[in-house]
């Protein structure tokens, strides 16, 4: 009885053992059958319903490794539709509960291109820098993710303006990775480059020649004021001088009796020994002729001055 038992027993154990093993072999196939429908659609461009397989691939993965691999591949789906905040939080995840894997690597990268893409490009260019860091030119796949990692630590440094720096990056990748296929997107930054530097010389001689004009132009307004000063002095100086011209002119009919009434009482008087002589001032009519004709003179500078640009042609 015992021994009936026991045999049992032992069949009950095989059949638990049989169901136990089929229930694994199904989860891996489902598991397989999930992931490669996520590959599937991922290489259609199918990218939010192949994160939805990936996703459910992750949930049924048997091991760490099986999770790691299918959530990677939730993150690429989500960055190819550009949820770059759910991208961001399952990296996270994947480096909390994977962080040996054999993505960590390559989280490094895409968590640099989600913060370049975000406009964080100071955080993105140090993730580029740790990447190239931490691998090497072992293979072609290897080189041509390095230089992928040059070539958008040069976009960094061109999108915040450093277009010395971010040249070099572009060089780099052109001269070390011949073969990549970033080499014609840094030959065209190399342009893109040569071209803002030609237009900020341009730009700087403009700006240069803007503020010499101004110069010129304010000199030449400070000559035009001095030249109107210095003619409304003159025309102030010769209507004074008129003025005393005329008031002198005023007095000769005066001076001319007198000199006649002098006269006839000459002819009564006693003969004078010396005789009184009365000198008209001539010194006047000098100072008005001089400044009548330095007034002319200067009408004429000014005339010349104000037909004449600052910038030497014709107005």
């Not at 459910?56 to 770059?84: G, T």
């Not at 008087?269 to 001089?290: C, F, H, K, W, Y």
Request: one cysteine or more; charged letters at 25%.
């Amino acid at each position: 009885m015992r021994q009936r038992g026991c045999i049992i027993w032992l069949i009950l154990l095989v059949l638990i053992s049989g169901v136990f093993s089929y229930a694994q072999e199904s989860g891996i196939d489902q598991y397989a059958r999930r992931y490669q429908n996520g590959i599937l659609f991922y290489q259609m461009s199918r990218w939010q319903e192949a994160a939805i397989e990936f996703r459910r691939a992750q949930e049924i993965a048997a091991n760490i490794n099986d999770w790691s691999q299918a959530l990677y591949w939730v993150i690429l789906s989500q960055m190819a539709y550009s949820d770059f905040g759910s991208a961001l939080l399952d990296m996270a995840e994947l480096e909390r509960r994977a962080p040996n894997s054999v993505y960590a690597r390559d989280i490094i990268y895409h968590r640099a291109r989600v913060y370049y893409i975000q406009g964080f490009f100071e955080e993105a260019l140090q993730l580029f820098n740790r990447y190239n860091v931490s691998t090497s030119d072992a293979d072609r796949e290897s080189s041509d993710r390095r230089a992928a990692a040059f070539f958008w630590m040069g976009e960094c440094l061109y999108s915040m303006g450093q277009y010395d720096e971010a040249e070099k990056f572009y060089a780099w990748v052109i001269g070390r990775y011949p073969e990549s296929p970033k080499i014609e997107a840094s030959a065209y930054r190399l342009d893109i480059i040569k071209q803002k530097k030609i237009e900020n010389e341009l730009l700087a001689l403009l700006q240069w020649s803007h503020e010499e004009t101004l110069r010129t132009s304010e000199e030449y307004q400070r000559t035009i004021r001095t030249y109107e000063y210095t003619l409304n002095l003159y025309q102030r100086r010769i209507a004074e001088l008129t003025s005393v011209e005329n008031e002198y002119r005023d007095t000769v009919p005066l001076s001319e009796t007198t000199s006649q009434t002098a006269a006839q009482s000459a002819i009564t008087a006693p003969a004078v020994t010396q005789p009184v002589i009365i000198e008209e001032p001539n010194v006047t009519g000098s100072l008005i002729d001089r400044a009548i004709k330095l007034e002319n003179n200067l009408q004429d500078i000014l005339r010349e001055r104000t037909q004449i640009s600052p910038w030497g042609g014709n107005r």
